[in-house]
């Protein structure tokens, strides 16, 4: 069970800005991804724009496997624009 | 002099009230150092013919902070005689002209410091988790930092 925060433009599609998901604690990012437009499907268009931050560390979308913990946090992080 | 009481220190902060160049700077002097480079980061009026009305930032706040504590331990070991960092970013609705960030560096000579604020705020906007938004008359747009290594080429 993650904790996924979204912000920006994903916050706008998804609707929300935070809520818990159960999740298997081994998956791939992508597979997590999935998993998330599964529940806002309207999060599909910025797919290819996206990143994740799984414990505060920047992950691409792809085959990376992700070991997960109950109460982590993971982000949707569309581009950045700081500065 | 005992230049041991004058330990090196990072200043950071996001925060929604207006930035202060004077207390950005008042942060980072040092009797040590001999020069302090600033970078102001303002909101421009236009984007492409079309008015800016105000921005608006928001923030992965607890993150935003450890990338930029990673920044300041980056600049240090690249130019170890930098004495103090301060970055302040403001969030939330940010007027024309106002600034949007403000960072400072002190160094005993003005190389290192002109050198480090030049990579504070490149690798800022590369790395970062700060989002801002161009209000415009008739939409609004969220902007993507082409330093942000991860985004679409094309728009």
């Known amino acids: 069970q993650v904790s996924v925060l979204y ?33 806002h499907p309207r999060l599909a268009v910025i797919r ?9 560390e ?4 792809g085959d990376q496997l992700l070991v997960l913990q109950s109460g982590d946090e993971v982000a949707i992080i569309p581009p950045i624009s700081g500065g | 002099m005992d230049e041991s009481e004058d330990v090196p ?3 950071i902060n996001l925060k929604s009230e207006k930035l202060s160049v004077d207390e ?10 001999g020069a302090v480079s600033l970078f102001i980061g303002t909101t421009r009026n236009n984007f492409e013919g079309k008015k800016v009305i105000h921005l608006e930032y928001e923030a992965y706040t607890s993150m935003a902070e450890t990338e930029i504590k990673k920044i300041c331990r980056d600049v240090r070991q690249k130019w170890p005689s930098v004495k103090h960092i301060a970055v302040h970013h403001r969030l939330g609705v940010v007027p024309i002209t106002e600034a949007s960030v403000i960072i400072a560096v002190s ?5 290192e410091s002109l050198e480090a604020v030049m990579y504070c705020i490149n690798t800022l906007k590369a790395s970062v988790p ?23 080429s094309e728009k």
Do not use: M
Request: proline share 3%; with cysteine; glycine share 2%.
């Open chain 1, 58 to 61: 920047y992950v691409l979308l």
């Open chain 2, 130 to 152: 700060i989002w801002k938004k161009e209000i415009y008359e008739d939409e609004y747009s969220w902007k993507e930092n082409k330093e942000c290594f991860w985004a679409n």
């Open chain 1, 7 to 39: 912000f920006a433009r994903s916050a706008e599609l998804a609707g929300l800005r935070c809520e818990t998901l159960w999740v298997p604690r081994q998956i791939t990012s992508l597979q997590l991804w999935e998993e998330i437009v599964k529940v």
């Open chain 2, 107 to 111: 160094s005993p000579h003005r190389a």
């Open chain 2, 24 to 33: 950005v700077s008042e942060l980072v002097i040092s009797p040590y150092c």
């Open chain 1, 48 to 56: 290819d724009q996206v990143v994740f931050a799984v414990r505060q």
């Open chain 2, 9 to 11: 220190k990072d200043f």
